[in-house]
Antibody, heavy 118, light 112 residues
Framework: EVQLVESGGGLVQPGGSLRLSCAASGFTFTNHWMHWVRQTPGKGPVWVSRINPDGSSTDYADSVQGRFTISRDNAKNTLSLQMNDLRAEDTARYYC???????????WGQGILVTVSS | EIVMTQTPLSLSVTPGQSASISCKSSQSLLRSDGKTYLFWFLQKSGQSPQLLIHEISSRLSGVPDRFSGSGSGTDFTLTISRVESEDVGVYYCMQGGRLPPTFGQGTKLEIQ
């Protein structure tokens, strides 16, 4: 069974940092691009970042460029998102997601809440 | 970035009836290679989104043939024929052909 399990979320003050992790299992991790997508209640999902299978290529939404860093450890089947200089508008549920085809995920984790507030 | 606009924002149908959701993009999604990377997702209450359709009209394995997609260029439609209670949730269109990938704001489907 394909599984993606996020961890590392929580409450952080503005300007603070958090590192999200995603443990992947049930599929060949090294065959897939991976994404982080976030969503606030009642709104559509918003793409955050993606990384290619060997970790050599990354892309980011303009809103997080320069503050967030996506990475992966293929030996441990783990995807990460380092989030620095967090802002209130980064508050959301963050999903780790496996790419199916052209940036459309076919498998999503359950999501992890990140709250940026003083 | 490409803006995806869905209508209606909510839809209430009787079981067995059909439902249609429109999705319009701010730019043509037709690429120079002739491909159009338009996708449809369903998010049920308390769950993560699930991919239903890729490339406008191709259903993923296991998706009932009651779900069909159509359209081209900037105008796309998801049609659910013979709606069932399990189809309740929020439907999103998404374009994946140009970075950043962008989603519509969602259409909530309810059963009367």
């Amino acid at each position: 069974e394909v599984q993606l399990v996020e961890s590392g979320g929580g409450l952080v003050q503005p300007g603070g940092s958090l590192r999200l992790s995603c443990a992947a299992s049930g599929f060949t991790f090294t065959n897939h691009w991976m994404h982080w997508v976030r969503q606030t209640p009642g709104k559509g999902p918003v793409w955050v970042s993606r990384i290619n299978p060997d970790g050599s290529s990354t892309d980011y939404a303009d809103s997080v460029q320069g503050r967030f860093t996506i990475s992966r450890d293929n030996a441990k089947n783990t995807l990460s998102l380092q989030m620095n200089d967090l802002r209130a508008e980064d508050t959301a549920r963050y999903y780790c997601a496996r790419d199916f085809f052209w940036n459309a995920p076919d498998c999503w984790g359950q999501g992890i809440l990140v709250t940026v507030s003083s | 970035e490409i803006v995806m606009t869905q209508t209606p924002l909510s839809l209430s149908v009787t079981p067995g009836q059909s439902a249609s959701i429109s999705c319009k993009s701010s730019q043509s999604l037709l690429r120079s290679d002739g491909k159009t990377y338009l996708f449809w997702f369903l998010q049920k209450s308390g769950q993560s989104p699930q991919l239903l359709i890729h490339e406008i009209s191709s259903r993923l394995s296991g998706v009932p043939d009651r779900f069909s997609g159509s359209g081209s260029g900037t105008d796309f439609t998801l049609t659910i024929s013979r709606v069932e209670s399990e189809d309740v949730g929020v439907y999103y269109c998404m374009q994946g052909g140009r970075l950043p990938p962008t989603f519509g704001q969602g259409t909530k489907l309810e059963i009367q």
